[in-house]
């Protein structure tokens, strides 16, 4: 009798633990919400390379799942699926996972039109869902986002006036919208770096309702009627209108290479995440740390030849020592200015930045100008496994089999 007795006691206090781990996702009916808001995106989404093919409706806890992250008291804090081939819709029950801090939907195929749900997320500081083929208008729900300090909509197909509910977000670094189709006059939105590059149809700053003060009115030319007048004023006539023609030729020069200097600048100060210097504002990318150029620069000694650690097919990694003491690696890299590079250095950034191991050195930041791109790491002080392999050799007094190398390689990568 005591031994059931304690049997019940133990399964009691099993049954209260499973409750506290999940009932703060299950709704009353006992069903995780969670799951159900993954689920719909799922359904709504084609997968042509299975990235989600562990997402289980029938999983009590999708912090397991690929491509998600979680608080540590299991609620879902981000959903990273960047580059993915992704096609279909986005389902609005994104807007259910209430807990949600980072959306990373970059560089797929999704179309359709942005879920005004999304603006329920009172804790999303992030949200990206640039180079797609989302339509419709930019939803004014995002200006309830009060948390929310980076936003790329770029390269999509959206239509419509920017929201004037964008200018109530005080912590905007970013706001990129370029390339797309949006209409009208801009509100006036306090972001650090504002891009709007790409949308023709866009009239300029909110001054006024008033968009045709921004384009110039087209210049009203005499009509042929001119030719039936006498000699002495037709003459007259043709001399106003050669002067107004040239006149007309020569404001256009001007208000072409005004226009053009005006957009070289703004295109100057716009470059992906390239602050200025003179602030200090740090720019984030979830946990990695935005670093300046003049910082890295001085803790390699100017990119001293004697700081080399070693030399790959993507450039060259230098070590370094940050003004607080700390010991890194910095990678510089070479043809960052290739076609699409700014986009694609950033997708490698964030891609770099979910993969987690214990095996794999965890990229900790990371600095992009005009000129240069460069990754920052932990500075690991054994060197590498081909110099750990011949220093093994060469205290042996002899070179290591080729069966021992290939254990020892693969020792050292996959150890558990």
Known sequence: MEIKNLMLFRLGLLILALNGVSSATLSPTGINYEVVALMAIKLNLRDPYNVLE??????????????????????????????????????????????????????????????????????????DLSNNTFS??????????????????????????????????????????????????????????????????????????????????????????????????????????????SFGAAFFIILFMGLLVWWRYRRNQQIFFDVNEQYVLEVCLGHLKRYTFKELRAATDRFNSKNILGRGGFGIVYKGLLSDGTLVAVKRLKDYNIAGGEIQFQTEVETISLAVHRNLLRLSGFCTTENERLLVYPYMPNGSVASRLRAMAGSNGASLLLAELLFLSHYNSHRE
């Open 136 to 245: 419709g208008e930019i939803p004014a729900s995002l200006g309830d986002l009060k948390n929310l300090n980076y936003l790329r909509l770029n390269n999509n197909s959206l239509t419509g006036a920017c929201p004037e509910s964008l200018s109530k977000i005080g912590g905007l670094s970013l706001v990129d919208l370029s390339f797309n189709n949006l209409s009208g006059s801009l509100p006036k939105i306090s972001a650090r770096t504002f891009k709007v590059v790409g949308n023709p149809l866009i009239c300029g700053p909110k001054a006024s309702n008033n968009c045709s003060a921004f384009f110039p009115e087209p210049l009203s030319l005499p009509p042929d009627g001119l030719k039936a007048q006498s000699d002495s004023g037709s003459k007259g006539h043709h001399v106003a209108v050669a002067f107004g023609a």
């Open 54 to 127: 562990n997402w289980d409706s029938n999983s009590v806890d999708p912090c397991s799942w690929r491509m998600v992250t979680c608080t540590a008291d299991g609620y879902v804090s981000a959903l990273g699926l960047p580059s993915q081939s992704l096609s279909g819709t986005l389902s609005t029950s994104i807007g259910n996972l209430s807990y949600l801090q980072s959306v990373l939907l970059q560089n797929n195929a999704i179309s359709g039109s942005i879920p005004a749900t999304i603006g329920k997320l009172e804790k999303l500081g992030t949200l």
